[in-house]
């Protein structure tokens, strides 16, 4: 068991931690990054040799608070795009475009704005401790929701020790799967266009909403 002196350091870096996300992310208007994405189901991690054919790379953009659009290129090209209210899921190369209500199917999503902006309001939502790590160069917090929520376990978030970026996101739901993002060439950006973060599906789109 950690002694008191321990247990205040802990906590004291993990603030820092914070605070630091929060000078880097915190009042920025925009940000992209490069991105890949990994789906991880509890079968295919435990057999750690596995193939893992659930991997897509693309580009993303957020605009605060909950705006979010990720131009996937690869294995297809799929556009992720919500601007809080609504959010679509476009599937080019089958002419489909799924709408869905974003509070109910965007936890995720959120999720993920809510770690572009720093942190925002995290303490009042996660337990957050700091995990070790190998890599002696980034920074773990452990976030698990308390209260405790139906859907997510808890996340994990790798931050770069000489300027807070944040290098990788994983979220652990509570059946064992965990979903992965890592990025890369994050910077920030100071406006979008009008209507970027707004879609409308093509002539001869399949509309299918949820």
């Known amino acids: 068991m950690l002694g008191s002196a321990e247990q205040v350091s802990a906590g004291d870096e993990v603030s820092l931690i914070i605070d630091g996300m929060r ?43 909950y705006s979010l659009r990720l131009e996937q290129t690869s294995p297809q090209e799929e556009l992720l795009v919500t601007d809080g209210q609504s959010l679509w899921w476009y599937i080019a190369l089958k002419k489909e475009a799924y709408r869905y209500p974003a509070l109910e199917f965007g936890r995720e999503l959120r999720l993920l704005s809510d770690i572009l902006m720093g942190l925002r309001d995290a303490e009042a939502t996660f337990e957050i401790t700091l995990g070790s790590h190998p890599d002696t160069n980034s920074f773990r917090l452990i976030l698990k929701p308390d209260p405790p929520w139906t859907d997510i376990e808890y996340l994990e978030v790798m931050i770069l020790r000489n300027d807070y970026a944040i290098k990788q996101v994983e979220i652990y739901n509570m059946v064992g799967g965990l979903t992965r993002f890592v990025f890369s060439g994050l910077q920030e950006k100071d406006r979008f266009e009008e209507a970027f973060f707004s879609f409308s599906p093509p002539q001869g789109t399949k509309l299918i909403e949820k």
């Open 23 to 65: 000078s880097r992310y915190g009042n920025a208007a925009g940000i992209t990054a490069d991105y890949t994405r990994e789906a991880i189901s509890k079968t295919m991690a435990l057999l750690a040799t596995a193939d893992r054919h659930d991997i897509a790379q693309g580009r993303l953009y957020f605009k605060p608070p």
